[in-house]
């Protein structure tokens, strides 16, 4: 397929800072998934020191960028709705800004971008999903903004048997602060 690169998330502050964080963590003989690849930046450097790396995009543009352009293994996934298995890292740069429905602009890239009124939707949804699919000592590395509520976040982690922490931090444009969680089930 080829791809409308105006549809696809390229690389930005958030991704970076994910970059950062999680080839700070993986291992090389993690089993890695990354959900809502976008260009693929991410799974594309994590892949370089994990090779059992999979990418995974609701955005067929997403999928076919991060393939062609990262060489990815990526797979087109509303989340975890065509992935199997078990994973000892999961990464989400998740779609975080609050958007009224009014604000929607109805097309591939909102997916990237969408959080839902409260910022938080789609990690509703992400969630139990996810801890469902970590392996016994799996971890989960999200990044959301300052936009999106820390403390509900820590809440609906707390709520789907995990425990969060703020790995990494980073302030951008208008003292919004990023974070990257690392979410792990409780004992």
């Given at each position: 397929m080829t791809f409308d690169a105006s549809q696809v998330y390229q690389p930005a502050e958030d991704t970076f800072l994910l970059i950062r964080s999680a080839t700070a963590e993986v291992h090389a003989d993690d089993v890695v998934i990354e959900i809502g690849t976008g260009s693929g930046a991410v799974a594309g450097a994590v892949q370089k020191i994990a090779p059992k790396t999979l990418a995974v995009d609701i955005n067929p543009h997403a999928v076919a960028h991060a393939r062609e352009v990262n060489g990815v293994t990526a797979v087109r996934s509303d989340l975890f709705s065509a992935v199997s298995g078990k994973f000892d890292l999961i990464l989400f740069n998740a779609p975080y800004l609050p958007t009224l429905p009014e604000e929607r602009i109805d097309d591939w890239l909102e997916y990237a971008l969408d959080g839902g009124?409260?910022?938080?939707?789609?990690?509703?949804?992400?969630?139990?999903?996810?801890?469902?699919?970590?392996?016994?000592?799996?971890?989960?590395?999200?990044?959301?903004?300052?936009?999106?509520?820390?403390?509900?976040?820590?809440?609906?982690?707390?709520?789907?048997?995990c425990s969060a922490v703020v790995s990494a931090e980073e302030e951008v444009e208008d003292k919004e602060m990023l974070y990257v969680l690392k979410i792990t089930r409780k004992p």
């Open positions: 009124i409260s910022g938080r939707d789609v990690i509703e949804r992400f969630l139990p999903q996810a801890v469902s699919h970590l392996t016994e000592k799996g971890r989960i590395l999200l990044l959301i903004s300052s936009l999106t509520g820390l403390s509900e976040t820590f809440s609906l982690c707390e709520a789907n048997g």
